[in-house]
């Protein structure tokens, strides 16, 4: 069954600490996304990759930092500096390249930090 | 900054009506475009995608593209209950890499 992983579905954390979300696919997929979605607003992305071992910064990546070591897992974690970590967080992966745009999602982590 | 504009809604329609859903860019120079649908607590899931100006079809869904305009609209027809979601729109900004601009989205009722 190809597609994207991500884990835990749900995650909970104590203000101050790191906390690092889990993105698979299998997809042979070369880009994968991280992105951000709070009530009543649209998906911001935090950070991209195009291919192995490179990523970019996306629109609101401060407190944020990524690896992209293997092409199937691109991890993302919360820093303590992210000012307001609450929310649900999609990985999405694309073949990559001129063309092929389309964007496909994991099922999502929902955090919360108290 | 480039965006992509959608009615929040609720948009409310009876069972085995049409559904228009609608969005507008502002990157003139966008040539790819998407819809998402997004159930409650759960993932975005694509369902279409429109790189040329006027109709694609596929089932019960119609995309629609006018570029010209700048507007892009998602039809559903014979709408089911279990169309009831929220529906985001995303456009490819142009420039060299897939980043995608999502609209808010628009909530879609379908009562019976």
């Known amino acids: 069954d190809g597609g994207i992983t991500q884990s835990p579905k749900y995650l909970f954390r104590k203000e101050g600490q790191n906390v690092t979300l889990s993105c698979e696919q299998n997809?042979?997929?070369?880009?994968m996304y991280w992105y951000r979605q709070d009530p009543g607003q649209g998906l911001r992305l935090i950070y991209y990759s195009q291919i192995v071992n490179d990523f970019q910064k996306g629109d609101i990546a401060e407190g944020y930092s990524v690896s992209r070591e293997k092409k199937e897992s691109f991890p993302l974690t919360v820093t303590s500096a992210q000012k307001n970590p609450t929310a649900f967080y999609l990985c999405a992966s694309s073949i990559g390249g001129l063309g092929s745009y389309e964007q496909y999602f994991g099922p999502g982590t929902r955090l919360t930090v108290t | 900054q480039k965006e992509v504009e959608q009615n929040s809604g609720p948009l409310s329609v009876p069972e085995g009506a049409i559904a228009s859903l609608n969005c507008t860019y502002s990157?003139?120079?966008?040539?790819?475009f998407f819809w998402y649908r997004q159930y409650s607590g759960k993932s975005p899931e694509l369902i279409m995608s429109?790189?040329?100006?006027g109709d694609k079809e596929d089932g019960r869904f119609t995309a629609q593209l006018n570029k010209a305009s700048q507007y892009v609209s998602l039809l559903i027809r014979d709408s089911q209950p279990s169309d009831s979601a929220t529906y985001l729109c995303a456009v490819k900004i142009s420039g060299g890499y897939n980043k995608l601009i999502f609209g808010a989205g628009t909530r879609l009722a379908v009562h019976p």
């Open positions: 429109i790189y040329s100006n």
């Open positions: 990157d003139r120079g966008s040539q790819s």
């Open positions: 997809l042979n997929h070369d880009a």
